[in-house]
């Protein structure tokens, strides 16, 4: 007997439409799979993110894009341009890349006033954030620290991973990221999360959200298990992400 509802589990997938090779067709297809699926969120590309909100209004499925993806290098302003750009198009969720190089050189404050000024951005339109680790490379302590951060500036989502890192979301993260960050903040997996078990194992973890590439596998073997019809369509996603 499984111990979940499809909604449950629909509502955990963040579509990811990032990976850089997908056409205009491809995105067209996905956005479909996503509505069919009536997952979470669609996370597609910057461009494009104006007309998925359109095909998605008065959906349950939220559109969503990226900041300073994947290496988080842009400049404060330019992330926050970007989020600025992309709330003006109809964004509802902002995956944020923090700046990996001032992490790693532990120049906290700068860290601290980016993630704060886009942070501010989403919450003063009604929109919310995530903000992006890639765990990948980080040590725990730098972890730690980002999660207090995030915490203190009340951001949404803390993320594990762009998917474009060498490594992608572990369950030691996870459970280290759940323990360091307030009640008030979510956690989402991203990079390697590919099946329906990993999706089970992280929501016992705690976390709310999963980036995912291969939504359709993920839900039509959670259907099956519950013993639901197929859903009926013909799109499918590149994987890379």
């Known amino acids: 007997m499984a111990n979940f509802r499809y909604a449950d589990i629909a509502k955990m997938i963040d579509h990811s439409l990032l ?13 479909q799979l996503a509505l ?14 104006q007309r998925c909100a359109e095909v998605l209004d008065g959906s349950t499925v939220k559109a969503s894009t990226t900041i300073g993806f994947p290496h988080g290098g842009h400049t404060t302003a330019t992330k926050r341009a970007e989020a600025d750009q992309a709330l ?12 990996i190089s001032q992490v790693l050189s532990g120049a906290w ?54 998917g474009y890192g060498t490594g992608g979301a572990t369950l030691p993260d996870l459970t280290l990221m759940r323990a360091h960050s307030g009640d008030h903040v979510a956690v989402k997996a991203a990079g390697g999360v590919r099946d329906l078990d990993t999706v089970l194992a992280v929501r016992d973890l705690g976390v709310s959200r999963c980036g995912a590439s291969r ?3 993920i839900l039509d073997e959670a259907r099956r298990r519950l013993g639901l019809p197929p859903i009926q369509t013909a799109a499918t996603t590149p994987d890379g992400y």
């Open 215 to 217: 939504t359709s596998e």
């Open 36 to 49: 069919a699926y009536d997952v979470a969120s669609v996370c597609i590309m910057p461009y494009y993110l």
């Open 109 to 162: 404050e700068y860290v601290r006033r980016e993630i704060g000024a886009v942070t501010e951005a989403a919450h003063a339109a009604g929109q919310k954030i995530k903000v992006i680790f890639e765990n990948c490379y980080l040590s725990d302590d730098q972890k730690i620290r980002l999660c207090e951060i995030c915490t203190e500036l009340n951001v949404d989502w803390v993320k594990t991973s762009s």
């Open 88 to 99: 003006a198009d109809g964004c509802q969720e902002l995956d944020m890349v923090v700046n």
């Open 19 to 31: 990976n850089p090779t997908l056409s205009t067709d491809d995105l067209e297809a996905g956005i």
